[in-house]
């Protein structure tokens, strides 16, 4: 069982930056690739940034491309989410999850994510 926590979330102005932080506890985070990602009112939950177990490979969603940044601290048992360049259409509940062990590539697949965190509101402001 691995029991996720998010925080950092909050109000921002739009062009503003937040990190968000996802802490792992009753397990290693480092055996799992881990995954941020978000859902506005209204709408489905969708992906938005992945890594894997290692750090050596991540992959994220075409409208965060080159504003968010996703990485791991092992020692630290945390992933963060670094977004820059918020705008108002990022608004949205933030979650993190692990993704089932055994899948050998990054999904974007909310089915192959097993453990999710109770998620952190981000707001963006126009």
């Known amino acids: 069982q691995v029991q996720l926590v998010e925080s950092g979330g909050g109000l921002v102005q739009a062009g503003g930056s937040l990190r968000l932080s996802c802490a792992a506890s009753?397990?290693?985070?480092?055996?799992?690739?881990v995954g941020w990602f978000r859902q506005a009112p209204g709408k489905e939950r969708e992906f938005v940034a992945a890594?894997?177990?290692?750090?050596?490979?991540?992959r994220y969603t075409d409208s965060v491309k080159g504003r968010f940044t996703i990485s791991r601290d092992n020692a630290k048992n945390t992933v963060y989410l670094q977004m820059n360049s918020l705008k108002p259409e990022d608004t949205a509940v933030y979650y993190c999850a692990a993704q089932r062990v055994g899948i050998m590539f990054i999904s974007v697949r909310r089915p192959d994510y097993n453990y999710w965190g109770q998620g952190t509101q981000v707001t963006v402001s126009s």
């Open positions: 009753q397990r290693a985070l480092s055996n799992y690739a």
């Open positions: 890594i894997t177990w290692t750090g050596g490979s991540t």
